[in-house]
């Protein structure tokens, strides 16, 4: 049975996480979800205003972290989810995070990542040479990190699966499951 870790924080996307647990449980893999701190959180959901650029940050649902970051030993997991949201923004500051994801960057292991996911990537050393899509606001990221962004619903490069936002979470963990079957 594969065993799946999803790093996310306070400010991860609802959508993301909650998503990206069942349909993984669909498949028989055991799903563990680790933050700052094992407890519950209040995760939030994003929405579109009519006349706004960007999106609003609204309170979403309860999230139970399984694991703390300090007790987390990536060894353990066979693949990697890095929800969206603002939560990878704040978590890349975290050494602890940025070396989980190592981890799974040096491993090979499978990663799939979502709209702001990127940026624990590239704190992880990530991208150089890569092609990947991701919240299209961060392209300037993605290129700075020395990949190539393209705007698309979902982009498989290797172990990664990346894709632009919750909209798009058919097509990533389509791809993001079948990656793990073949591994």
């Known amino acids: 049975m594969k065993t799946i870790l999803i790093l996310t924080g306070d400010a ?3 959508q993301e996480i909650y998503y990206a647990k069942y349909r993984l449980e669909e498949e028989g893999w055991q799903v563990r979800i680790a933050a700052p701190e094992r407890r519950a959180f209040l995760s939030v959901v994003h929405d579109f205003e009519p006349g706004f650029d960007t999106y609003t940050e609204k309170p979403g649902y309860r999230v139970s ?5 300090d007790e987390c030993d990536p060894g353990r997991f066979d693949a990697l989810v890095l929800p969206g949201g603002r939560a990878p923004e704040y978590l890349r500051n975290r050494p602890k995070a940025v070396e989980i994801v190592r981890h799974f960057v040096e491993a090979g ?3 799939a990542a979502n709209c702001h996911g990127p940026l624990l990537l590239f704190a992880a050393g990530y991208g150089k040479g890569e092609t ?4 299209p606001d961060l392209a300037p990221e993605v290129r700075g990190a020395g990949g190539e962004f393209v705007d698309r619903d979902v982009v498989v490069s290797g172990p990664v699966v990346t894709v632009r936002g919750w909209p798009d979470n058919g097509p990533w963990m389509r791809e993001f499951v079948r990656l793990l079957k073949a591994t």
Request: aromatic share 6%.
């Open 12 to 14: 991860g996307e609802s």
């Open 132 to 135: 990947m899509t991701c919240f």
């Open 65 to 69: 972290a399984d694991l703390g970051l």
């Open 109 to 111: 292991k499978p990663i």
